[in-house]
Every structure is written in C-alpha cells, then in structure tokens.
C-alpha cells in the first residue's frame, strides 16, 4: 500500500469531524467504516470493517489525542467490534483505532459524547404560586474539552412522561453541583407532581425522573369584599383571591388564629365570592372577626387575615311589655331585654300615647328595663310600646304595643309592702318600704304607743330614725295616707340598735392563775353583754372564749381565771345587742401570768391554788408553781385560823404555825412541823407533824401517814359520817391498811389506830368454842412480826365488820408458803390468838380479813393440821337468829373433804379445806339455799382413807 505524506486529515464520521494527529501516518489501508453502534451514559461500543482476518489496536482517550488516553486494548483477528464501560455521563471521548501488524499504519479517530444522566432532588419548596427545587447535577460531567465549561441543561416540569414542552415548565444551565429552578404560576391548593431531566452537549437528554410524586401549593388568604351587620348575625363576604373551588373558608370571632370557639362557622370557596353568616350573637356588642383558609394538605397552612378590628351588632326588638302596680295617676310598665346588653346599659325609646294609633305621643329615653309615669289621668286608657338604639344611633324596631286603664280616683292608697329594717348602726335604724299606691299624700311612721316617729312625703320608699342609743329597742309600722283616709298599719317589726365596740381594754390585776381586765363600754346601757376570749398565739389558731355570751355578763370588767402559771396570753372583748349581734373586737392585750405569788386572806373564797378555798383572816399564802405545774401553797398564821378546802377538808392552823399544801379536787398533801387539827365527813383527827397524803372519793377517804414518824392516830368518828375511813400505815415489815366503814358504831367515838411492834406470845392456839379445853395436836402458827392494834375510848365494838389488809414483801416471808398466811385476832378473855376469815392475794401480795371485834390483830402463817383426829368447828351451833353467817371447820389436814349430811343420809354439801386446813361453811346447801334448824352429820376425809364424823346443829 502506498504511503501517503504524513499531513493532517480530517474525516467527516458520522456527524463529527474527526483530526488525526499531524505526525501520525495515514496508509493506503485505513480502517474502513468506523461507526459507533452504542451511546449511554456510561457506555461506547464501537464497530468496523474487518479486512482479512486482521487484529486492530483500539485507544479511548478524553481528549482528541492521545495526551489523556482511558483504555487501550488489541482485538482479537477477525473481530470487528469492542466496547468501553464505566464511563463518565455527559463526557467527551475519542477512539482510535488502526491494524495492528502494520507499525506504520496510522489511527483512524472517532469522536463523541456520552448522554447525561437524570439530575436529583435535593431539596424544595412550595409555596401558594411557585415552588423551587434544588437539583443535583449527579455524575454528569460539566466541564467541556480543556477545561472548558460545557452545556449540561437541567429541567423541571409538571408533565408527565418526559413532557417537558408546557408552560409550567423551567430550566437552566448547571454550572455547579446544585443548581436552583422555580417554577412560577401555579395555583394556589392545587396539588402537582413534579420531573426532572437533563440535556447534554450534543442535545441529548437524559430520560424524566418523577422527583416529587404529590405536594400541594399553600392556599392564599382570603380577601375581605364585604360585610353585612344585623343584630344577632353579621355576613362576611370572602374573595377567593386565586383558591380554587372547594378550598375550605373559615371565619371567628376568636383572635390570634383561633377557631374553635362558639361564633364560627366553616365552608368552602363556591365562586369568586364566598358569603359565611355567623350567627346567635348578641345584640348591641362590638366583635372582631378573623378569616383564613384551610389547604387540603397537610402542608398547606392556615393563614388568618383580620376582617375588622371592631363591629358592634344592631339592638334587637326590645321583648315583651307588661304592666304592674296601675293606679290611678301612675303606673310602672317593664319589657325584657331580648339580649340587648345591661352592661354597657341599651338605651330604649318609650312611646306613651292615650291613642291606640300613636297619632299624638309622648317619649321618654331611660337606660333602665322598667319605668314609671306618673301624674297620669284617672280612670283612662294608656297604650304603650318600646323600640332600642343601637350604638350607631339606629333605632331597632317596636316591640308590640299594650295598653290598659287607670285606676278611679277616689280611693284611699294602698298600704305600703315589705316593711323591713335595711340598716342598723349604733344610733339609727333605717326602714325601707315598697310604695303600693299612686294617690298617697305621705307616709306615716308610727310607734308601739301609735305615736309618730316621723311624717314623710309621697313616693318616699326609705326612712332613717337617728338619735338613738345603743341597744335601744325600737318597734315601727307605717301607714299611707291621703285625704280619703288612711291604709291598714303594717304588721309592726321591732329590732335593737347595735351596741357600741367595746375599747381601751387594759390589766387590772394580773396573778397566777388568774387576770382582771377592765374595758370602755361606750355608753353601752347594763342590757348589753360581753364575750372575753383568749388566745396563746396572738388568735392565730388557739382561741378559747372563757367569757362567752351565754354567761350574760354585762359589767365592764371581769376576771378569767384557770390559766396557767408562767403562761402568756392574749385578750380582746366585744359586746352583742339583744338581737344577738356582736361588734368589732376591742384592741388586743397581752401578759405572763406569774409563777409565784403571795396573798392575804380575808375570809372570802380565793382560787390562786389548784382548788378553791376559804381561809379566815390572819393567814399569809405564798402560791408556787411546781415542775409538773401543780400548785404549792404556803400557809403562815400570824393566828389561829381556818382554812377550808372545796374538796371538803378543814384545816385548824396554830398560830405561829407553817404549814405546806399541795392540794387538788381529790386528793391533799400536807406537811406541817405542829399537830394540824384536820376535819372531813364526820371524821375529826390531829395530824402529827409530818407529811401525810389525803385521797378523797365520792365513798372513802383515805390517809396515809407519813412513814417516818411513830405510825399511830386518833380519830373522832360522827355517828354522821358518810364515807368508809381507810388509814394506812408505814412498818419495816410491810404496809397495813385498815378499812372503817361509815355507821359502824352506836354513838361517836374516839378509835386509835396504831402500829404494834411487840406481841402477846403464841402459847397455844385455841378454838373460840367456849367452854373447851386445849385440843391435842393443834395446827402450828407462826408469828411474822406484822401486826396493828384497834381500840376506842369508850370499848364499843362494831356493828359491822372491820376491814384490815396486810401487805407484805417477800423478804418479811422468807421460808413460809404464802398459801398459809392468815390473819388472827388477839382474844384477851382467853389470851389465845384466834384466826378470822382471810383472803390472800399473790398478785398485790396481800392479805384481808374481817373482824367485828376490837383487838390487836397480826399476820401469821398457819400451817395445816397432820391428820383430822382433833377438828375444830365454830360456832357450833350456828345461830343464825343472833346474826352469825358462817361455821368455820380448821385444825383438819389441807384439802381434807368435809360432807354434811342431813340425819336422813341426805347429802347437803360437800366443801374442801384449803391449804392452812381450814374452810368456812355460809349454812347453805348445793343450791345456794339456807338449810333449815337440824342437827347435822359431818364426815371428814383425810389423808390417807382417815375419816372421822361428828355432829353440827344449826338454829334459824
């Protein structure tokens, strides 16, 4: 093949013109029919001529030579075709290709563009009439051959299926990654789907991509045209201003975008103007009204438009009219509102006319819903109607008219109505009345004593009688009155002027337990009464009245008393009127009360102690305030005095004597260096110096000895007395208690009650039957050195059972069975120690017996019998015609059995001794019955199958 000169040639390929490089060779055998067979985005294959089962050498490069070469590859012989992938969209390149056996063969050039791709959606946004979209330019190339800017054109539309020819259409040049298209001239609320593209160097376009599938433009605010304004409802007509039909309209009387309250209403966009009416407004009121439209998408907001700052409604037909209260020369006439506002009050428009076509009339303008005319022609017809202004001075329209006819003039007035009083002050009472009549020429105010409090003039409706006193009593009834007579009197009502507030309270006297407080009761007459109260806090929350109404104190001064030593406290006072209303409190005072102090008796009740008492003069008290806030009391006679508690207890104080008290309701502790003669309920004893403790009881009284001192006393016992004398005694061995019921002896005695310390001795013990001889083999008793002795001056013995009670500690025991201690009773006339019934209690650990006779007694311990061979029963025979109750068995082994039968062999009881071999027998059989005078048999069991009989008797 001939060599052609190495110049520049240039081919036409298929719509591009192709240079070769000028030191590149070009051979009489080129590559023959290069074409491309495939264009995309990312791809180029090539096709051309095979000459001869050839091989071809194929060069892509981004520019047209082979300074930037891609890809370089050799085809196989015989093949014709190659292609390159993953290539840049939008980008120029140039294949090269020549045989390849031939180096001198030169290469054949071919040159294009691959498509764009389709552009993405970064972001966009809608508004009523555009939207803008920001699209990203993607993987296509936007530089040209050398760094040149090429033409990468990217498009929006609102078609569809790659229509981007319409007039919602935009697109620009992407000179950058992001590149911002508007479309304007949308509708607003309409909803659109958006594509978008790209277009290449050589015109070619990328296939459309739907970016947005469904938005929807905001809606438009709407537009005021008009308004209409009525009285309860006001039409507003709205201009669509470009919505489409069917865009939802809402309009309020709410504010700042508010909708939901009750004057609104919603509709939707029916034309060009829209008309909404809102209505159950009320008459005579200024309102606002907003507006705004609602968008059909979410996206769509609410835009609120002000319709007008402010408009008043019409006034309505003012309601029905009736009359009331006719007379003869007025009358009063009313009519409802119909909605019409109080507040700023309506102004009505009356029309009164004696013709029933209004052609003559008179006018009357009155803010109020009633009126009356008065000086009106007796016994004619009156017709009547009412119309409203509204605010902007249009008057509403009439209300139906009606009509009636005063009264004839020659009547007498009508009693005035509702009578009452309306104010009290301290020196006035004011009445109010209705006034019932049209004719009267005055009222008269008229006394219990039909006297005249006052004459006042007509139409007069309240009267004030003044001058009064406080708490004075006032009774009134009125009357009307004219030249034809007078009305029936009202029924008369009485009330009291209010008493005056007390003021100026101030301290009289300030003690312990007790303050006086004096007051200005300002002119207040003796009828008026007091209330004090008290407080600790300032009458915060602690407020007690120790002075209420109920106590009906009139003075002006009073004490209070109970209070609490060392405690401060607050005062105020007020008065009340016999109608039972109080005034304002007095000013406030406050104080300590004291926690000593001293007082000088004067034969008057004191109660500075925590009781009562009386003390005769010549006594000084100093009052003291213990730590349990109990009260202590001080007592110095400058001479013989007495002194009388509340709780009953007399005291005769030596002169020169000092005596301290601690005293309350029931009980009394005295401690004195001198004998204090002391008196209670027919009880009269000296206390020897020391200190002794009274308790006092509705049934007993009670004294406890001082235990340091000798434990003996006297008592002077009444025949009166009431209550049971319980004294109690201190010894080192235990405590005795002596109970001394109440008429117990024939006539007043003196009785001694003392400790014993020595004892008769135990020679034997004998059985109380008279008469026997000492048995053999007695029970044992043991002494325990726990005694007292009883006695009177005038050795009377008692009618009835003595109580006494040993109470013993453990150690005044040691080594005896509690179960066998007993109390016994010193019989002088044999000089035996005799048992007496006992009672033993192991909780308190005491022991009580009964005795009916005066002796020494002492506590023992009795031990139980060894066998039931010597018993001892008394008394036998049991007389109970003399007043004897029980028979006592003893000197029997413990819980021997003891069954007494009758002579017929009739079981009557069967008993068991207790643990000293004792037990008492009350004559009664199984079911509690009192046996009859018989002789009975006894059989004793003991021990051991021992048995031993013997008989009883018992005389009713």
């Given at each position: 093949m001939k060599k052609l000169?190495?110049?520049?040639?240039?081919?036409?390929?298929?719509?591009?013109?192709?240079?070769?490089?000028?030191?590149?060779?070009?051979?009489?055998?080129?590559?023959?029919?290069?074409?491309?067979?495939?264009?995309?985005?990312?791809?180029?294959?090539?096709?051309?001529?095979?000459?001869?089962?050839?091989?071809?050498?194929?060069?892509?490069?981004?520019?047209?030579?082979?300074?930037?070469?891609?890809?370089?590859?050799?085809?196989?012989?015989?093949?014709?075709?190659?292609?390159?992938?993953?290539?840049?969209?939008?980008?120029?390149?140039?294949?090269?290709?020549?045989?390849?056996?031939?180096?001198?063969?030169?290469?054949?050039?071919?040159?294009?563009?691959?498509?764009?791709?389709?552009?993405?959606?970064?972001?966009?946004?809608?508004?009523?009439?555009?939207?803008?979209?920001?699209?990203?330019?993607?993987?296509?190339?936007?530089?040209?051959?050398?760094?040149?800017?090429?033409?990468?054109?990217?498009?929006?539309?609102?078609?569809?299926?790659e229509d981007f020819n319409i007039s919602l259409s935009s697109s620009g040049k992407a000179i950058a990654t992001n590149t911002t298209l508007v479309l304007s001239e949308l509708i607003p609320n309409t909803n659109y789907a958006f594509q978008a593209r790209a277009t290449g160097f050589t015109n070619f376009s990328s296939s459309a991509t739907t970016v947005i599938t469904s938005t929807t433009t905001l809606a438009q605010p709407p537009t005021l045209t008009g308004f209409k304004v009525f009285s309860t409802s006001i039409s507003i007509i709205l201009g669509n201003n470009s919505n489409p039909i069917g865009t939802t309209l809402m309009v309020s009387t709410g504010s700042d975008g508010n909708y939901n309250v009750n004057?609104?209403?919603?509709?939707?966009?029916?034309?060009?103007?829209?008309?909404?009416?809102?209505?159950?407004?009320?008459?005579?009121?200024?309102?606002?009204?907003?507006?705004?439209?609602?968008?059909?998408?979410?996206?769509?907001?609410?835009?609120?438009?002000?319709?007008?700052?402010?408009?008043?409604?019409?006034?309505a037909v003012p309601g029905t009219n009736f009359f009331n209260n006719v007379y003869s020369t007025s009358f009063t006439v009313s009519w409802g509102t119909n909605g019409n506002p109080l507040i700023p009050p309506t102004t009505y428009e009356l029309y009164i006319s004696t013709a029933n076509d209004f052609s003559s009339?008179?006018?009357?303008?009155?803010?109020?819903?009633?009126?009356?005319?008065?000086?009106?022609?007796?016994?004619?017809?009156?017709?009547?109607?009412?119309?409203?202004?509204?605010?902007?001075?249009?008057?509403?329209?009439?209300?139906?008219?009606?009509?009636?006819?005063?009264?004839?003039?020659?009547?007498?007035?009508?009693?005035p109505g509702n009578f009452k009083v309306t104010a009290i002050g301290i020196s006035s009472i004011t009445f109010s009345w209705s006034d019932n009549s049209e004719n009267e020429e005055q009222f008269r105010i008229l006394n219990s004593t039909n006297g005249f409090y006052a004459t006042l003039p007509a139409n007069t409706t309240s009267f004030s009688l003044t001058g009064l006193s406080p708490n004075q009593f006032i009774q009134a009834r009125i009357s009307a009155f004219n030249s034809m007579g007078s009305s029936t009197n009202t029924v008369a009502i009485s009330s009291h002027t209010l008493a005056a507030p007390p003021d100026n309270l101030i301290l009289i006297n300030v003690r312990r337990k007790k303050i006086t407080l004096s007051w200005n009761s300002n002119s207040n007459p003796s009828t008026v009464i007091y209330e004090i109260s008290q407080s600790k806090d300032n009458f915060s929350s602690q407020i007690s009245t120790p002075i209420s109404f109920s106590l009906l104190s009139s003075t002006s001064s009073a004490s209070v008393s109970n209070l609490t030593p060392g405690g401060t406290y607050y005062f105020r006072v007020r008065a009340q009127n016999n109608d039972g209303t109080a005034t304002s409190f007095s000013n406030i005072i406050s104080t300590q009360t004291l926690l000593t102090e001293t007082i000088i008796t004067s034969n008057e009740s004191d109660d500075s102690g925590d009781i009562s008492l009386t003390a005769d003069p010549g006594i000084t008290i100093t009052n003291n305030t213990l730590a349990d806030g109990r009260t202590e009391q001080i007592f110095v006679a400058t001479q013989s005095a007495r002194v009388s508690y509340s709780n009953g207890i007399q005291l005769q104080l030596p002169m020169g004597s000092k005596t301290t008290i601690i005293a309350s309701k029931n009980s009394l502790q005295i401690t004195s260096t001198q004998t204090i003669p002391m008196e209670h309920d027919g009880i009269n004893m000296d206390l020897p110096s020391g200190s002794h403790i009274f308790q006092i009881s509705l049934n007993s009284f009670t004294l406890d000895l001082d235990p340091s001192i000798p434990q003996i006393t006297k008592a002077t016992l009444s025949t009166e007395r009431t209550k049971t004398l319980l004294i109690g005694l201190e010894l080192p061995q235990g405590k005795l208690k002596t109970s001394i019921p109440p008429n117990i002896m024939k006539e007043n005695v003196e009785m001694e009650i003392k400790a014993l310390d020595q004892f008769p001795p135990i020679t034997s013990f004998a059985s109380p039957l008279f008469g026997q001889s000492l048995l053999k083999a007695p029970s044992t008793l043991k002494a325990l050195g726990i005694g007292l002795e009883l006695n009177t001056n005038k050795n009377i013995q008692p009618s009835q059972p003595i109580e006494i009670t040993f109470q013993y500690r453990s150690q005044d025991i040691t080594g005896t069975d509690p179960e066998t201690l007993v109390i016994t009773r010193y019989e002088d006339s044999v000089q035996r120690w005799l048992t007496i019934p006992s009672v033993i209690n192991h909780s308190s650990q005491t022991v009580t017996g009964t005795a009916k006779h005066l002796s020494k007694f002492q506590l023992m311990a009795l031990a139980p019998s060894t066998d039931i061979d010597h018993p001892q029963v008394y008394p036998n025979p049991l007389r109970l015609h003399k007043g004897q109750t029980e028979m006592t068995f003893t000197n029997l082994t413990a819980h021997s059995t003891i069954k007494i039968y009758t002579y017929a062999g009739e079981l009557v009881r069967e008993l068991k001794t207790d643990s000293t071999g004792t037990i008492r027998w009350d004559a009664k059989n199984s079911y509690g019955e009192k046996v009859g005078s018989d002789i009975y048999i006894v059989l004793i069991e003991g021990i051991g199958n021992a048995r031993k009989k013997m008989k009883i008797a018992v005389e009713k």
């Amino acid at each position: 093949m001939k060599k052609l000169n190495s110049i520049l040639f240039y081919f036409l390929v298929g719509m591009t013109l192709l240079a070769l490089p000028s030191n590149q060779k070009l051979y009489a055998e080129p590559v023959d029919n290069l074409r491309h067979t495939l264009i995309s985005s990312d791809t180029l294959t090539l096709q051309w001529q095979n000459q001869g089962g050839k091989s071809y050498v194929v060069v892509l490069s981004s520019v047209p030579g082979f300074s930037t070469v891609i890809s370089s590859k050799t085809s196989g012989k015989n093949q014709h075709t190659t292609s390159f992938y993953e290539l840049q969209p939008n980008t120029s390149y140039t294949t090269f290709v020549k045989v390849s056996v031939d180096p001198d063969s030169n290469y054949v050039a071919l040159s294009t563009y691959t498509y764009p791709v389709s552009p993405g959606l970064t972001e966009f946004q809608i508004f009523t009439t555009s939207a803008s979209f920001n699209l990203h330019s993607g993987l296509n190339n936007l530089l040209g051959i050398s760094g040149s800017a090429t033409s990468l054109t990217l498009d929006i539309s609102t078609g569809n299926s790659e229509d981007f020819n319409i007039s919602l259409s935009s697109s620009g040049k992407a000179i950058a990654t992001n590149t911002t298209l508007v479309l304007s001239e949308l509708i607003p609320n309409t909803n659109y789907a958006f594509q978008a593209r790209a277009t290449g160097f050589t015109n070619f376009s990328s296939s459309a991509t739907t970016v947005i599938t469904s938005t929807t433009t905001l809606a438009q605010p709407p537009t005021l045209t008009g308004f209409k304004v009525f009285s309860t409802s006001i039409s507003i007509i709205l201009g669509n201003n470009s919505n489409p039909i069917g865009t939802t309209l809402m309009v309020s009387t709410g504010s700042d975008g508010n909708y939901n309250v009750n004057h609104s209403l919603i509709s939707s966009v029916s034309g060009e103007n829209t008309t909404l009416t809102i209505s159950d407004l009320s008459p005579q009121t200024a309102y606002s009204f907003q507006a705004a439209v609602l968008g059909s998408a979410e996206n769509a907001s609410t835009q609120t438009i002000s319709v007008t700052d402010s408009t008043t409604t019409y006034a309505a037909v003012p309601g029905t009219n009736f009359f009331n209260n006719v007379y003869s020369t007025s009358f009063t006439v009313s009519w409802g509102t119909n909605g019409n506002p109080l507040i700023p009050p309506t102004t009505y428009e009356l029309y009164i006319s004696t013709a029933n076509d209004f052609s003559s009339f008179l006018t009357h303008l009155t803010t109020s819903t009633q009126n009356t005319f008065i000086g009106l022609i007796p016994n004619t017809a009156y017709f009547f109607k009412t119309a409203a202004f509204s605010k902007n001075g249009e008057l509403s329209g009439f209300n139906p008219e009606i009509s009636t006819i005063t009264s004839p003039s020659n009547l007498t007035p009508a009693g005035p109505g509702n009578f009452k009083v309306t104010a009290i002050g301290i020196s006035s009472i004011t009445f109010s009345w209705s006034d019932n009549s049209e004719n009267e020429e005055q009222f008269r105010i008229l006394n219990s004593t039909n006297g005249f409090y006052a004459t006042l003039p007509a139409n007069t409706t309240s009267f004030s009688l003044t001058g009064l006193s406080p708490n004075q009593f006032i009774q009134a009834r009125i009357s009307a009155f004219n030249s034809m007579g007078s009305s029936t009197n009202t029924v008369a009502i009485s009330s009291h002027t209010l008493a005056a507030p007390p003021d100026n309270l101030i301290l009289i006297n300030v003690r312990r337990k007790k303050i006086t407080l004096s007051w200005n009761s300002n002119s207040n007459p003796s009828t008026v009464i007091y209330e004090i109260s008290q407080s600790k806090d300032n009458f915060s929350s602690q407020i007690s009245t120790p002075i209420s109404f109920s106590l009906l104190s009139s003075t002006s001064s009073a004490s209070v008393s109970n209070l609490t030593p060392g405690g401060t406290y607050y005062f105020r006072v007020r008065a009340q009127n016999n109608d039972g209303t109080a005034t304002s409190f007095s000013n406030i005072i406050s104080t300590q009360t004291l926690l000593t102090e001293t007082i000088i008796t004067s034969n008057e009740s004191d109660d500075s102690g925590d009781i009562s008492l009386t003390a005769d003069p010549g006594i000084t008290i100093t009052n003291n305030t213990l730590a349990d806030g109990r009260t202590e009391q001080i007592f110095v006679a400058t001479q013989s005095a007495r002194v009388s508690y509340s709780n009953g207890i007399q005291l005769q104080l030596p002169m020169g004597s000092k005596t301290t008290i601690i005293a309350s309701k029931n009980s009394l502790q005295i401690t004195s260096t001198q004998t204090i003669p002391m008196e209670h309920d027919g009880i009269n004893m000296d206390l020897p110096s020391g200190s002794h403790i009274f308790q006092i009881s509705l049934n007993s009284f009670t004294l406890d000895l001082d235990p340091s001192i000798p434990q003996i006393t006297k008592a002077t016992l009444s025949t009166e007395r009431t209550k049971t004398l319980l004294i109690g005694l201190e010894l080192p061995q235990g405590k005795l208690k002596t109970s001394i019921p109440p008429n117990i002896m024939k006539e007043n005695v003196e009785m001694e009650i003392k400790a014993l310390d020595q004892f008769p001795p135990i020679t034997s013990f004998a059985s109380p039957l008279f008469g026997q001889s000492l048995l053999k083999a007695p029970s044992t008793l043991k002494a325990l050195g726990i005694g007292l002795e009883l006695n009177t001056n005038k050795n009377i013995q008692p009618s009835q059972p003595i109580e006494i009670t040993f109470q013993y500690r453990s150690q005044d025991i040691t080594g005896t069975d509690p179960e066998t201690l007993v109390i016994t009773r010193y019989e002088d006339s044999v000089q035996r120690w005799l048992t007496i019934p006992s009672v033993i209690n192991h909780s308190s650990q005491t022991v009580t017996g009964t005795a009916k006779h005066l002796s020494k007694f002492q506590l023992m311990a009795l031990a139980p019998s060894t066998d039931i061979d010597h018993p001892q029963v008394y008394p036998n025979p049991l007389r109970l015609h003399k007043g004897q109750t029980e028979m006592t068995f003893t000197n029997l082994t413990a819980h021997s059995t003891i069954k007494i039968y009758t002579y017929a062999g009739e079981l009557v009881r069967e008993l068991k001794t207790d643990s000293t071999g004792t037990i008492r027998w009350d004559a009664k059989n199984s079911y509690g019955e009192k046996v009859g005078s018989d002789i009975y048999i006894v059989l004793i069991e003991g021990i051991g199958n021992a048995r031993k009989k013997m008989k009883i008797a018992v005389e009713k």
